[in-house]
């Protein structure tokens, strides 16, 4: 900095204290304080920078110890590669610069840096350590770039060499520059925070004094807002509060006077607004916003009484909507909100005042909302009409004691207005309304769309409509005048006989359906309703006929039904008129003792047919089946389309004996059979135009389920029917099959180890354990995770129980995504301790997770969020995963292989194999099923198959495992025929992780 710089920054120091003695002090203050943080400061840098020497020293002094410790065994065997291999684990070490393991003599016998391997140490340093006796860790160097430190590798307690650290001191070096940059920043703002603090303190002695000046200026531009705000007893305080009640005393006689004037103004211009709105609600919000923004009101709002005894805002001013949406006021006097100033008013029939609302006691529910929206008076006026108290006028003022008696007056005068409107807007409206209702009734009755005529006491017809005309034929001429059996309109029922006129007398009213007829002799259904009128006085003066026609209404009730309970395709009973029959013959058989039976047919491989010929083929085969099935069954049973390409048949009283009823079910049954495995003959649309004759076979699977009385739920009954179908399509297709109760605690089974399978899921039941793979040397190379169920009744459940049953309920996939996470964690876990990180590890997968268009990216995030090595990861297949989608399943297994990740296939020759497949497969490995491995003799089929596999995995380069490896024999003889890897109990069964992870590092 310039001589220059230095003497203008010293005197605008020296001027900016000259200036005020507050200042100055600031200055001393905050110039002794960065002396002491700066001191403070270093001091704190000075320990700071040892603390981390010492950290680097004892970080490099264990490293070096571990590497002694864990190197001494190659040092003594003299194997350079496992020395090498050792120092490997240290390369990712942060801040090392090298580690390396000496000869005594100061050969570099293994280095992180492995083009010194062989070489000698010649620096001073190393030539010093080699020379020391006794041999003991030594720290060689340390200073701000580097820690080297050495550990004697002994054995025996002889030295045989020495293992060395060397870490850089970059990091140490960054956080004392971070532990500096932060104190400087800490320094810097604690002055300027004492600064500030200082200016506080000195500006404060002052500032009664320029409060009081301020006062005195407003006062002199004519304000009359401003008041001294000193507290205290000194003279300067004493001072203000005279000068605040002078001013309170003045601004209280001009404020009362514009308060009137302003009262007087917003009566004014309300009653302007009587005369000029149109609708109560818009005049009563108008006289809501005029009081408020002329008197400077806080809130006005008027409140309606409805018939429950609460009163309810109707419109309100535009300012404090928060309050008005809390408000809640009965007139109840014993409800809590009773007590507001508006129910009072309403109560008492006259204006209630409360000046001061945040100090009555039994207004205190609303005093928090007071608070918050600056009420502090408040009063409420009756508001009238037609004489009787329909709600009221609630004000709200922001100062306590607004409402005088001058005020009170001119509110209490201005509501009596408002209540005169309203009684105007009510005559008003009554006089449009008889207008309104005039007009509607003739235009009600001429456009009605029902007939309607008129007729006296007589029942002459006095008035027609234009649609009685339209419907009857006759016009308005030939019928007034006339009596209704005059017409003819209604010839079937006598001009409508007398009693319908006496229905009519005695209960004021007849409605019905009759059958109608026009004037050209056509005859219609019609509802007709027949009205008696009387006067006031209970006198007998008109009748009034109304009709419509109702043809349409009646074929829709036909439609309607047909569409409820038939089917549209095949006009067979749907499911719903099926369930209704079932539950009559239910009842019916068990009236008359006998058995009934319900036969549920599926047509068989009727999807190929919709999929590769369409579904005008598909509707063709389902009515022609319906047709068959209605000759193949008597006339008293039912066929109905259940739904799709389902049938069912109700076989009602077959007979009294179930063995007999069981013997003609299946006779019918066999007939249905028969009659449906004939041809059928559809008709298929060429591009070219017309029709071609399709021959198509098809055939149907029927389930029988027999019952008696109505002891068993019909939805139960199809239950079982569709069971034994099910059973039926198993067993072959085209057969039936009759319901056994077997079959039915079977699927109880089954749904009830579904629901333990959901459940296991949900509660973490699930754990996985892991077998060791080991080569030919009996060396571990990795581990097949197989997975377990804890269930807490059952036990441990194998996966040959619970595996199947996943598949096809679709849990596996869930359940494989969680063993994928387990086993990408157990990888990465695996992967950190030195024992286990070269091994793999297997796990299987189902064909719908590879089936999955996003499993890769699933694979891929588990990877990712676990840390795992995709390398170490094996996903096993079984063939038959492969069917079914091999162009997908390849298509897949490439996108996995481009992360890392390798195939196995799982129980090799035991599906469905094919060379094609496996030569275009991406697979890894292949592994020989323990079936194969446990048969094994020297010669026998066993034996020949597992030859054969070990020849192709070496003809496609494929690693061969075998797995099921019981035997020393069996080991024995897969060595021979050239296998390498080995799974089986004789090496050990699947563990769970601990205790196989305490293989390697117990």
Same mark, same amino acid.
């Given at each position: 900095?310039?001589?220059?710089?230095?003497?203008?920054?010293?005197?605008?120091?020296?001027?900016?204290?000259?200036?005020?003695?507050? =200042?100055?002090?600031?200055?001393?203050?905050?110039?002794?304080?960065?002396?002491?943080? %700066?001191?403070?400061?270093?001091?704190?840098?000075?320990?700071?920078?040892?603390?981390?020497?010492?950290?680097? &020293?004892?970080?490099?002094?264990?490293?070096?110890?571990?590497?002694?410790?864990?190197?001494?065994?190659?040092?003594?065997?003299?194997?350079?590669?496992?020395? /090498?291999?050792?120092?490997?684990?240290?390369?990712?070490?942060? $801040?090392?610069?090298?580690?390396?393991? +000496?000869?005594? =003599?100061?050969?570099?016998?293994?280095?992180?840096?492995?083009?010194?391997?062989?070489?000698?140490?010649?620096?001073?340093?190393?030539?010093?350590?080699?020379?020391? /006796?006794?041999?003991?860790? !030594?720290? &060689?160097?340390?200073?701000?770039?580097?820690?080297?430190?050495?550990?004697?590798?002994?054995?025996?307690?002889?030295?045989?060499?020495?293992?060395?650290?060397?870490?850089?001191?970059?990091?140490?070096?960054?956080?004392?520059?971070?532990?500096? &940059?932060?104190?400087?920043?800490?320094?810097?703002?604690?002055?300027?925070?004492?600064?500030?603090?200082?200016?506080?303190?000195?500006?404060?002695?002052?500032?009664?004094?320029?409060?009081?000046?301020?006062?005195? @200026?407003?006062?002199? *531009?004519?304000?009359?807002?401003?008041?001294?705000?000193?507290?205290?007893?000194?003279?300067? @305080?004493?001072?203000? !509060?005279?000068?605040?009640?002078?001013?309170?005393?003045?601004?209280?006689?001009?404020?009362?006077?514009?308060?009137?004037?302003?009262?007087?103004?917003?009566?004014?211009?309300?009653?302007?607004?009587?005369?000029?709105?149109?609708?109560?609600?818009?005049?009563?919000?108008?006289?809501?916003?005029?009081?408020?923004?002329?008197?400077?009101?806080?809130?006005?709002?008027?409140?309606?009484?409805?018939?429950?005894?609460?009163?309810?805002? +109707?419109?309100?001013?535009?300012?404090?909507?928060?309050?008005?949406?809390?408000?809640?006021?009965?007139?109840?006097?014993?409800?809590?909100?009773?007590?507001?100033?508006?129910?009072?008013?309403?109560? /008492?029939?006259?204006?209630?005042?409360? $000046?001061?609302?945040?100090?009555?006691?039994?207004?205190?529910?609303?005093?928090?909302?007071?608070?918050?929206?600056?009420?502090?008076?408040?009063?409420?006026?009756?508001?009238?009409?037609?004489?009787?108290?329909?709600?009221?006028?609630?004000?709200?003022?922001?100062?306590?004691?607004?409402?005088?008696?001058?005020?009170?007056?001119?509110?209490?005068?201005?509501?009596?207005?408002?209540?005169?409107?309203?009684?105007?807007?009510?005559?008003?409206? /009554?006089?449009?309304?008889?207008?309104?209702?005039?007009?509607?009734?003739?235009?009600?009755?001429?456009?009605?769309?029902?007939?309607?005529?008129?007729?006296?006491?007589?029942?002459?017809?006095?008035?027609?409509? !234009?649609?009685?005309?339209?419907?009857?034929?006759?016009?308005?001429?030939?019928?007034?005048?006339?009596?209704?059996?005059?017409?003819?309109?209604?010839?079937?029922?006598?001009?409508?006989?007398?009693?319908?006129?006496?229905?009519?007398?005695?209960?004021?009213?007849?409605?019905?359906?009759?059958?109608?007829?026009?004037?050209?002799?056509?005859?219609?259904?019609?509802?007709?309703?027949?009205?008696?009128?009387?006067?006031?006085?209970?006198?007998?003066?008109?009748?009034?006929?109304?009709?419509?026609? #109702?043809?349409?209404?009646?074929?829709?009730?036909?439609?309607?039904?047909?569409?409820?309970?038939?089917?549209?395709?095949?006009?067979?009973?749907?499911?719903?008129?099926?369930?209704?029959?079932?539950?009559?013959?239910?009842?019916?058989?068990?009236?008359?003792?006998?058995?009934?039976?319900?036969?549920?047919?599926?047509?068989?491989?009727?999807?190929?047919?919709?999929?590769?010929?369409?579904?005008?083929?598909?509707?063709?085969? %389902?009515?022609?089946?319906?047709?068959?099935?209605?000759?193949?069954?008597?006339?008293?049973?039912?066929?109905?389309?259940?739904?799709?390409?389902?049938?069912?048949?109700?076989?009602?009283?077959?007979?009294?004996?179930?063995?007999?009823?069981?013997?003609?079910?299946?006779?019918?049954?066999?007939?249905? %059979?028969?009659?449906?495995?004939?041809?059928?003959?559809?008709?298929?649309?060429?591009?070219?135009?017309?029709?071609?004759?399709?021959?198509?076979?098809?055939?149907?699977?029927?389930?029988?389920?027999?019952?008696?009385?109505?002891?068993?739920?019909?939805?139960?009954?199809?239950?079982?029917?569709?069971?034994?179908?099910?059973?039926?399509?198993?067993?072959?297709?085209? *057969?039936?099959?009759?319901?056994?109760?077997?079959?039915?605690?079977?699927? $109880?089974?089954?749904?009830?180890?579904?629901?333990?399978?959901?459940?296991?899921?949900?509660?973490?039941?699930?754990?996985?354990?892991?077998?060791?793979?080991?080569?030919?040397?009996? =060396?571990?190379?990795?581990?097949?995770?197989?997975?377990?169920?804890?269930?807490?009744?059952?036990?441990?459940?194998?996966?040959?129980?619970?595996?199947? +049953?996943?598949?096809?309920?679709?849990?596996?996939?869930?359940?494989?995504?969680?063993?994928?996470?387990?086993?990408?964690?157990?990888?990465?876990?695996?992967?950190?301790?030195?024992?286990?990180?070269?091994?793999?590890?297997?796990?299987?997968?189902?064909?719908?997770?590879?089936?999955?268009?996003?499993?890769?990216?699933?694979?891929?995030?588990?990877?990712?969020?676990?840390?795992?090595?995709?390398?170490?990861?094996?996903?096993? #297949?079984?063939?038959?995963?492969?069917?079914?989608?091999?162009?997908?399943?390849?298509?897949?297994?490439?996108?996995?292989?481009?992360?890392?990740?390798?195939?196995?296939?799982?129980?090799?020759?035991?599906?469905?194999?094919?060379?094609?497949?496996?030569?275009?497969?991406?697979?890894?490995? #292949?592994?020989?099923?323990?079936?194969?491995?446990?048969?094994?003799?020297?010669?026998?089929?066993?034996?020949?198959?597992?030859? &054969?596999?070990?020849?192709?995995?070496?003809?496609?380069?494929?690693?061969?495992?075998?797995?099921?490896?019981?035997?020393?024999?069996?080991?024995?003889?897969?060595?021979?025929?050239?296998?390498?890897?080995?799974?089986?109990?004789?090496?050990?069964?699947?563990?769970?992780?601990?205790?196989?992870?305490?293989?390697? $590092?117990?």
């Amino acid at each position: 900095m310039s001589d220059f710089l230095r003497f203008r920054l010293w005197a605008s120091l020296r001027r900016f204290g000259r200036e005020s003695i507050h =200042r100055r002090l600031a200055l001393a203050f905050g110039g002794v304080s960065l002396l002491m943080m %700066l001191g403070l400061a270093g001091l704190l840098l000075k320990q700071q920078q040892n603390f981390l020497d010492q950290a680097g &020293i004892l970080r490099a002094k264990t490293l070096a110890n571990g590497l002694a410790n864990s190197s001494s065994s190659w040092v003594l065997a003299n194997d350079v590669a496992g020395l /090498q291999e050792v120092l490997q684990g240290y390369a990712d070490t942060p $801040n090392l610069i090298r580690a390396f393991v +000496l000869s005594p =003599r100061g050969q570099v016998l293994a280095s992180t840096r492995s083009n010194e391997t062989g070489l000698y140490v010649t620096d001073e340093l190393s030539q010093r350590l080699l020379g020391r /006796q006794p041999a003991t860790p !030594r720290l &060689i160097l340390a200073d701000r770039d580097m820690i080297d430190v050495a550990v004697p590798i002994l054995a025996n307690q002889r030295l045989v060499g020495w293992a060395r650290i060397e870490l850089d001191q970059q990091a140490t070096q960054a956080n004392l520059r971070a532990v500096a &940059i932060a104190s400087l920043q800490f320094i810097v703002a604690t002055v300027l925070i004492l600064l500030l603090v200082s200016l506080w303190l000195s500006t404060s002695l002052i500032k009664p004094l320029q409060s009081l000046m301020g006062v005195a @200026s407003a006062i002199e *531009t004519g304000s009359r807002t401003e008041r001294s705000r000193l507290e205290g007893n000194n003279e300067i @305080s004493q001072l203000g !509060r005279s000068m605040n009640h002078m001013l309170d005393t003045l601004v209280s006689s001009e404020q009362q006077l514009d308060l009137l004037n302003r009262v007087y103004a917003a009566w004014t211009e309300s009653v302007a607004a009587i005369a000029r709105e149109a609708d109560e609600y818009s005049l009563l919000t108008r006289i809501c916003n005029i009081l408020a923004e002329k008197i400077r009101l806080r809130l006005v709002f008027v409140g309606m009484l409805d018939t429950s005894g609460r009163i309810d805002v +109707l419109t309100h001013s535009d300012s404090e909507p928060g309050y008005i949406g809390k408000l809640h006021i009965s007139i109840d006097p014993r409800s809590p909100y009773g007590q507001a100033v508006l129910a009072r008013a309403i109560r /008492q029939e006259q204006p209630c005042i409360l $000046n001061d609302f945040i100090g009555e006691p039994d207004t205190r529910i609303w005093h928090e909302s007071a608070r918050e929206a600056g009420i502090r008076s408040v009063a409420a006026f009756p508001l009238l009409r037609n004489k009787r108290i329909i709600g009221g006028l609630a004000v709200y003022s922001e100062r306590a004691g607004f409402f005088s008696d001058n005020i009170i007056t001119l509110l209490n005068g201005l509501v009596n207005d408002m209540s005169y409107a309203l009684d105007n807007f009510d005559r008003e409206r /009554q006089r449009k309304q008889a207008e309104i209702e005039l007009a509607l009734a003739a235009s009600v009755f001429e456009n009605s769309q029902e007939g309607i005529l008129i007729t006296d006491a007589d029942k002459t017809i006095l008035r027609v409509n !234009r649609m009685f005309s339209e419907l009857t034929g006759y016009a308005a001429e030939e019928c007034i005048g006339k009596t209704l059996r005059q017409i003819a309109c209604w010839p079937r029922q006598a001009a409508l006989d007398q009693t319908v006129w006496d229905n009519a007398d005695a209960q004021q009213c007849w409605q019905g359906e009759v059958d109608s007829c026009r004037k050209d002799g056509r005859h219609y259904p019609q509802w007709l309703s027949l009205i008696k009128v009387v006067n006031p006085q209970g006198n007998l003066t008109h009748y009034v006929v109304t009709f419509t026609d #109702i043809t349409e209404r009646k074929l829709n009730e036909e439609r309607i039904y047909k569409l409820a309970f038939y089917d549209p395709l095949t006009d067979l009973p749907n499911r719903r008129l099926l369930l209704e029959k079932l539950e009559a013959a239910l009842i019916a058989n068990q009236r008359k003792g006998g058995y009934g039976a319900v036969m549920f047919l599926d047509l068989d491989r009727f999807k190929i047919l919709n999929d590769t010929q369409g579904h005008n083929l598909g509707d063709q085969l %389902l009515v022609e089946a319906g047709r068959r099935l209605c000759r193949s069954v008597r006339e008293v049973d039912t066929v109905a389309r259940h739904g799709g390409d389902e049938f069912v048949v109700l076989l009602g009283e077959l007979s009294a004996d179930e063995q007999t009823a069981a013997i003609n079910a299946q006779k019918i049954g066999n007939k249905i %059979l028969n009659e449906m495995n004939q041809i059928y003959r559809l008709l298929q649309a060429n591009p070219e135009g017309g029709t071609a004759l399709v021959e198509h076979y098809s055939s149907v699977s029927i389930g029988v389920a027999l019952f008696r009385g109505a002891d068993i739920d019909s939805e139960e009954l199809l239950k079982q029917a569709d069971m034994a179908m099910y059973q039926a399509k198993q067993a072959g297709r085209n *057969t039936l099959c009759l319901f056994d109760p077997q079959m039915q605690a079977g699927l $109880n089974k089954r749904a009830a180890l579904e629901a333990d399978l959901r459940n296991g899921l949900e509660q973490n039941q699930f754990k996985l354990f892991y077998q060791v793979q080991v080569d030919r040397h009996g =060396r571990p190379v990795g581990a097949e995770a197989v997975l377990r169920w804890e269930h807490p009744r059952r036990g441990l459940v194998e996966p040959g129980e619970f595996i199947g +049953l996943a598949e096809e309920s679709g849990l596996i996939v869930v359940l494989g995504r969680w063993v994928l996470l387990e086993a990408c964690a157990t990888l990465a876990n695996w992967a950190r301790q030195p024992a286990m990180a070269e091994l793999s590890l297997a796990v299987n997968i189902s064909a719908k997770q590879l089936r999955q268009q996003d499993f890769a990216a699933q694979l891929q995030g588990l990877l990712g969020r676990t840390g795992a090595n995709p390398q170490r990861l094996r996903l096993e #297949i079984t063939e038959n995963a492969v069917l079914g989608g091999v162009e997908n399943t390849i298509a897949m297994m490439q996108a996995l292989n481009k992360l890392g990740i390798v195939f196995s296939m799982d129980d090799f020759g035991t599906g469905y194999s094919s060379l094609t497949y496996l030569q275009r497969l991406p697979l890894a490995q #292949i592994k020989i099923d323990r079936s194969f491995v446990g048969g094994l003799n020297d010669e026998n089929h066993h034996a020949v198959i597992v030859r &054969i596999i070990l020849a192709l995995g070496n003809s496609l380069d494929l690693q061969v495992i075998a797995e099921g490896v019981e035997t020393e024999r069996q080991l024995a003889y897969l060595v021979a025929n050239g296998c390498r890897y080995f799974q089986g109990y004789l090496f050990g069964g699947p563990e769970p992780v601990a205790q196989f992870n305490a293989r390697f $590092n117990g």
